[in-house]
Every structure is written in C-alpha cells, then in structure tokens.
C-alpha cells in the first residue's frame, strides 16, 4: 500500500468475513428447513432465516464495496483519506445498525418488503452512515491529486447507491406502486449502479494486475458501463410484467432485458482481452483468478441466467418460484461476492506485507466455492424447473409440489458444503495474513 | 478506432436518454394506468390495514404476493378465489402452527378484526389485473382423459 489510511479497509473486509459466514448459517438453516428439517421453526422462522439470509448478503457486500473504496481511492487520487477516525466511527456504526437490524428479525422487528426489511428507524441511521463514507469518499477525491475515470465511476455508482435507497423509505398504501418503487432500489442497485462499483474496481484489478495501459481499461469501461445503464434501467420493466403495472412493460421489459447480458458478456472480453493483452506477470495468481472469475461467473450467472427467465412468456410461469433463486445466487455470487473477494485478494499481500499469495490453500478456496456455488445452482434450477411444471402447468397442490422436489435440496445441501468448505478456507487465508501494519508501506 | 471520450459521450448520452424514458414511462404508468388496474378505489382502511399487517408480519418471508416474496409458502395473489374467506381466516387465527403436509407456518394467532383486514387485503390484490399472472394450469391427465 501507498497511503496509511488505507488500512481501513482491512476492518470493512474483516467485517464482510464475518457476516458471510453468518450469511452461509441463515442458508443452510433454510436448506434443512426445505429438506422438511424445520427443527429450528420455533426459534428461527423461515422468513426470519431468510431476512437475514439476504440482509446479511447486503450488507457484507456492501462493507466489501466500502472497503474497496477506502482501498483504492487514495491510491487513484494520491491523497491520504481526509478523516481516517471519522472512517472507523462509520465502520462501528454500519456492524451495529446491521447486528441490531438482524436480532431485530428474529423478533418479528421489520419492514416486511423483500430485500428492504430493515425497519424505517434504522433505514434513517443507514443513510447517515452511508452519507459519512461518502463524505468521506468525496472530500479525499476532491482534495487529491488527480481523478481519475476509475475513481470516479466507482464513486459515482456508490453516489447513486445511496440517492437509490431513497425511493425505497416512501409508504404507498397501493402494493403495486410499493412494488414499482421497491424495484427502483433493488434492480437499480444490482442491475444498475452497483455494476459501476464491480466495473471500477474490475478497471482498478486489471490495470495493477495486469499493466495494460490505463487509458485502454478507462475506455472500455464507459463502453461496458454505458451498456449496462442503456439495458439495465429500461430492463427494470422485467420486474413489472405481473405484478399489476401496464402491459408496455412485457415489451419494454423483454427486450431491454435481452441486452442485458451484452453488458456482462462485455465485462467477461474485456477482463480476459487484458490479461492476454498485459506483458506484466503480476505474482499475485490468487487475485488474478477472482478477478477473471468474477467477469466470467457474472456473465454466466446473470447475464445468461438472467435471460433464461426474463422473457416475459417465459416468466409468466417462472415468476416467483425457485428458478428465480437460482438466477440469484449465480448472479450474486459471480458479479458481486467474488469482485469482492478479488480485491481483498489483491489488497491483502499490500496491507500486511505478506505474500502468502501462491498457497494451495487460496487455489483451493476458489475452485471448491465456485464448483460448489455451480452446483447449487443447479440444485436450484432442477427443483425449480420441476416446481413451474407441477405447480403451473399441471395445477399441482404447491405442498406437494414441495415434498415432490425435496431431494433435490439434498443436493443443494451438499454442494453447499462444498461451497462453505472454499470460503472457509478463504477466511482462514484471510486470518492468516494477519493485520495490516505501516511497515507495508512502499513509496 | 473508438476513442475514451466518444466511449464517455456513447456512456452519458446513453444513460441519460435510457433513464429520460423510464421516468417518462414510470410516471404514465403510475399516475394513468396502476389505479386503473388496481382498482385504487377499492383499497379501504381495512385494506390498508391489511397490508401494515402483511408488512409487520414478513409474509413475503415465506410466501409470495403479486409472485414477488420467497418460495417456502404458497403464492397468495388469488388465496381467496382458491381457499374461501372462512379457510384462510381459520389459518390467520390458529393458535397452533398451520402445517400441511407438513410445512409449518408461525401461529399469528391474528385477532377477528387482524383477520378480515388481511382478508380484505388479500380480496383487493386479488382483483387487481396483473396482465395473466398467475397462469391457469393448462395439463390435465392425458392417459385416461374423462
């Protein structure tokens, strides 16, 4: 690392491991309860699991963004953070909204509205936290040195993050303009903005790892950002087919969908075009891996997955059935969990100064989570697929519908081990790397 | 070849004209066409009522609405035209775990007046025009068709 302040990261990774792995309890916890194990049911209602299943998912994303950000913005803008302390009062303040939203769930204290559950209260410290890192953020890149298109792609998704949130707190007393809104966040945010965080710290990996000229990374990063704003906002209608919104949408939707995965597809050339491009053989492999896989998978994962249920007739009958987790969790994993993972595999060696980078342990880290990850996946789709045939092609009882699909949660169950065994293999890489330390600064 | 600021200009220009027509259309369709097909003359306090309870309960936890929720419990867009009123108020009420087949849902234990107005909710939703969702099963036997 180049700039003290950038230790800071290191604490919004160390807390993104940590929710993770809670994250992956709350899963298995609703797995079992699939399998017909609902032992738990008393203590840990399904919705409760899945609240916090998919809060938690948010959140260490999210923390994991931060963290990126705090990483890589000195370094791009040459300046230290302005307010270092300011940032670990944020960082305290972000794991107890988010531990006090989770207990919170389990006692039936919540805003039942998927992805946004965090109750109104705690929404209103949510956006004063979020308002400080951007402060933050924005006060470093404006006294820096230089701005550079990386930075400030990346500060621009994290800008219209939080603006996009917003829409999200109003109350409508009509479900379906609850809906229109609630979507404005959530497809927004993972089809929209977030994509600008993953394209910049993506442009960030690839000029450190891969050495190709920064004006040509700069350059094919408007293209693919510019591709996904021009699918992705017109392709929030596929949100809006069924839920009471006019039928322009299944138009609109559709086809506007369909190019989403250009956007993806874009991002996967792009990484792969400059590694081969890049004459500089970075010895980070671990790093280089993630942040290969990461356009891949996400390609993969959303973009094609995407499009298997976006269109509309399509979607008429996949529309809130497990097909839809199985898109989730691919696109999930591969666009934003593994972007992640990449830079806290790059940073790490910088900002404790060890290069335990060439382990067996990180090789094997990656391929057991992302051949586990496949794996539920298609656990999902299975289960998912035979559900939209039972249920709503043959009118089958949804009860029997579920005990007919059972196993395949069995299958789920084990790929999902398989997944838990390469993140925790990740976690203990990452503790072993130990803390970050100023002796790792290089001039 | 493509330079960096005709890719910026491809990017803005892009976005600003993709996001003009999506406000455009989002205002068209909440202010012309969501209350036609919601039938926004219909949602009463009982309705509203209904859905602070949905929301204060995470139904969506479990269940789906208008097929937006999670996949553990069945979809509840048309509960009513499948159940009746009296079974789904005999779910809402029940002191203990309603489990069929097994699966258990929590025991809300709702009182009379919770009940009719999630009732009432659940009526309204299913009244609303959701462009054919959710479809009608086409199959029927075809081995021994009577």
Redesign the interface.
Known sequence: MKYKSQKLAYWFFALSMLLLTLQIVYGFI?AF??M?Y?GL?PVI????A??VHTNLLVVWLLSGFMGAAYYIIPEESEHELVNVKLGYVQLITLALVGVVAIIG?HF?Y?????FL?IPRPLDYLVVVNVLTFLGIILATLYKGKQRT?TALVMTMGLVFAALLYLPGMIWF????????FRWWVVHLWVEGVWELIMGGILAFLLIKITGVDR?VI???L??I???T??SG??G?GHH???????????I?GGV?SALEPLAFLGMALFAVAMYRKGEKKHPNKIALSWTLGTAIVSFVGAGLLGFAHTLPQVN??T????V??MHGHLAFWGAYAMIVLAIISYTLPNLTGRKLYDSTTGVLAFWLSNIGMVGMTVAFGVAGVA?VYL?????VE???V??EIQVHFVVLAICATMFTTGIGLFIYEFIKYGQPTDEALVA | M???SQ??L??LG??I???L??IG??W???SV???K??H?EN?TAG??RG?HL?????????H????????????LTKVIERRGEGYVKAVLTSKT?WA?????M?PYAFSEADAAALIEYLTW?GN????????K???KSTINPK
């Open positions: 609703m309860a699939h017909g609902d049911h209602a399904f919705n409760t899945r609240a769930y039936n919540w805003e039942g509205r998927k559950e298109t007393d009509n479900q379906t303009m609850d809906s229109f004006e700069e350059k094919w408007y293209v950002v510019g591709l704003f021009i906002i017109l929030t809006y087919y069924y839920i009471g919104a006019p039928k322009y949408w299944l609109i506007f008429m009958y529309h809130g059935t497990l839809t987790a559900q249920e709503r092609k043959m009118g949804f009860g029997d579920q005990k | 493509l330079s960096k890719a910026r491809f990017f892009g976005t004209i993709t996001f027509i999506f259309l989002s068209h369709s909440l066409e969501v209350p097909k919601t926004e949602i309705v509203i859905k949905w929301e204060d309960n995470n139904c969506m936890g479990c789906t609405i208008m097929g937006e929720g999670a996949y553990y419990a069945p979809e775990s069929p087949r097994g699966r258990k929590v939703i609303t025009d959701l462009n054919g969702f959710p479809p099963p086409e199959y």
